[in-house]
């Protein structure tokens, strides 16, 4: 599995948006600039994280976006899969996946435990945590 740009940007985008006061909105933007991410294919990105629940688009002449749950609510796995669809290291590893080396392969449960230990990783951190980690390295 490699994490696509989109991924990517909106993990940034998020994070850029945990870090303002809970209440505020932001202008997408505002978000693209700070974060160099560009608009149009952020806006792409914050459609598809506004159908999963994660932001919430505020619509009219103060609109923009906050998060639709609490940063400590949202881990970076709930990200990723909110963009990119269930995380896999490799196609075996895939619950409902059919190999034809099922029965013999001596790699799955190698794939199967690195894939657990990186999701694991992936739950454990939230934005809240990011952001806590980003406030430490400014000071």
Not at 5 to 16: K, S, V
Not at 39 to 58: D, M, P
Not at 125 to 138: F, G, I, Q
Request: charged share 25%.
């Amino acid at each position: 599995m490699k994490l696509t740009r989109a991924g990517e940007y909106g993990i940034r985008g998020m994070l850029y948006l945990a870090m303002q006061p809970q209440d505020r909105v932001t202008l997408l933007s505002e978000i693209s600039n700070t974060q160099n991410i560009p608009e149009s294919y952020l806006s792409k990105i914050f459609q598809i994280l506004t159908r999963a629940g994660l932001v919430r688009s505020h619509r009219g002449f103060k609109g923009g976006y906050t998060l639709g749950l609490p940063s400590e609510d949202i881990t970076i796995k709930d990200i990723i899969e909110g963009i990119e669809g269930p995380i896999a290291l490799n196609r075996c590893a895939i619950e409902d996946s059919t190999c034809s080396e099922d029965a013999g392969c001596q790699i799955q449960d190698v794939w199967k435990d690195a894939q657990n230990a990186m999701i694991g990783v992936l739950e454990g951190t939230t934005l809240a945590d990011l952001v806590e980690k980003s406030l430490l390295r400014k000071s």
